[in-house]
């Protein structure tokens, strides 16, 4: 079989496959394909005359990004009229000592002050973000992997939480978070809405216009399991009212209805804040590139801000799936996945090699939406792969596919030699993977 051949054949494979696995789907979900249009257009879809945007505010948060991460974005959402930007909270860990935060109890010590050069970089990103036009939220979690809860009763926890918030009020930042999520401890929704109201109440005093988003412990689904219902209602009675609430959909990841949002709502008695886990890929060695899909049209009737959940390492490429995120938060009733995400490549791109290489990518790469996979670690090239060794002939139509996967790396090492590294490091480790896996099965 030529060379051609082998190629077509595993990617002919390849599209049988991912529309046998989602029969039940229709449209992108079945048969994910890229088409770059023939010309730019306004970018996020135009609203109509007099109308409104689908979210008053719309942007991202890092993922454990470095300041260098997080200037580099600030241009980006501008470009996308996104005017929304919290940094992540593991990014004001001690990471530059201990990187593996998840695991490593010293990473979090919110209760010590800043190193000096730190607060000089997260000042830097303030004030890009205020000559920008972008409202910067201030975001920390001091109960996630940590030796010491703030939540503990202790007056001088607070104190010391707060001396943070303090340095960024004083910078001029509006916007602030507290985050309780994905922690095994102090869970108590009476104790964490006192934690929050103080700090909530200090800045008041000091900014009739500050305001704080709070990320509860239980902050997806529509509200009503067991451990959630009696928490959100907890939270509605305790929580100052001025306050929003972070919410990611009906699951953690996944598609995002009204109805759950309404839900939701209803029992935590709270403004919310959609907190979208898309293009997320928790610093994995995968990449979520196609569209924003599943997210309701309406939803910004029913809630005030959405904040896209980047990539971690990749930031670069992550623009693309950002791109369609802002053309969705911001014109939500006329978005259109297909058409967002061919713009979103001319717009981002250079040449017509360069966008024709970024289309190639995200079409090895189209997510875990796309795929109807709802987890973070989700990798489309290995679960493509998996399935094309099961597959008849299997021998031939993976060499066919590996082959594709080699191309792509060369012309992306030819077309972006001096950017979107990390991207193109992650398809080489997954080349990696799938050599292994066909030398498992065809020693």
Request: with cysteine.
């Amino acid at each position: 079989m030529s060379r051609n051949a082998l190629l077509s054949s595993a990617l002919s494979l390849a599209v049988i496959l991912s529309m046998s696995a989602s029969a039940q789907t229709t449209g992108l979900h079945q048969h994910f394909q890229v088409k770059l249009p023939a010309a730019l257009r306004l970018f996020p879809e135009p609203l109509a005359q007099g109308g409104r945007p689908g979210f008053k505010f719309r942007g991202t948060k890092g993922w454990a990004w470095t300041p260098e991460q997080y200037l580099a974005e600030i241009p980006w959402l501008v470009k996308f009229k996104m005017n929304f930007l919290m940094n992540c909270y593991t990014s004001m860990y001690d990471l530059e000592h201990h990187p593996n935060w998840g695991s490593d109890p010293q990473a979090n010590r919110w209760w010590e002050e800043f190193p000096e050069a730190k607060k000089k970089a997260y000042e830097d990103i303030v004030r890009e973000c205020q000559r920008q036009g972008i409202q910067f939220c201030f975001s920390m979690n001091p109960n996630l992997a940590s030796e010491r809860m703030v939540n503990d009763g202790s007056p001088e926890s607070v104190e010391l939480l707060y001396k943070h918030y303090a340095w960024m009020q004083g910078l001029g930042v509006k916007w602030f978070n507290v985050s309780l999520d994905d922690i095994g401890q102090g869970i108590n929704a009476s104790s964490q809405a006192k934690v929050v109201n103080e700090i909530f109440h200090r800045l008041r005093a000091q900014d009739a216009e500050a305001k704080m988003i709070f990320c509860p412990t239980f902050y997806w689904g529509d509200g009503t399991g067991e451990k959630q219902k009696p928490y959100l209602q907890e939270l509605a009675r305790e929580l100052d009212q001025d306050i929003y609430v972070f919410w990611t959909g009906d699951g953690v990841v996944g598609p995002i209805t009204r109805r759950a949002a309404e839900t939701f709502r209803g029992l935590c008695g709270h403004r919310l804040f959609l907190w979208d886990n898309y293009p997320v890929n928790d610093n994995q060695w995968t990449m979520h590139l196609g569209p924003v899909v599943d997210r309701a049209a309406d939803l910004g009737e029913v809630i005030d801000g959405y904040m896209s959940n980047p990539h971690g390492k990749q930031n670069q490429i992550n623009r693309i799936p950002l791109a369609t995120c802002a053309d969705y938060s911001y014109n939500p009733r006329a978005y259109d996945p297909a058409r967002s995400v061919g713009q979103a490549i001319l717009h981002i791109g250079g040449t017509p090699k360069q966008c024709e290489a970024m289309r190639d990518l995200v079409e090895t790469y189209p997510g875990m939406l796309i795929c109807s996979r709802p987890s973070t670690g989700f990798n489309a090239v290995e679960d493509q792969f998996d399935r094309l060794l099961q597959a008849p002939d299997s021998h031939q139509t993976a060499l066919g596919y590996i082959e594709h996967l080699q191309n792509l790396s060369a012309r992306l090492k030819k077309e972006f030699p001096d950017s979107y590294q990390p991207a193109q490091q992650t398809l080489e480790h997954d080349l990696q993977t799938v050599r292994k896996k066909l030398a498992e099965k065809y020693p």
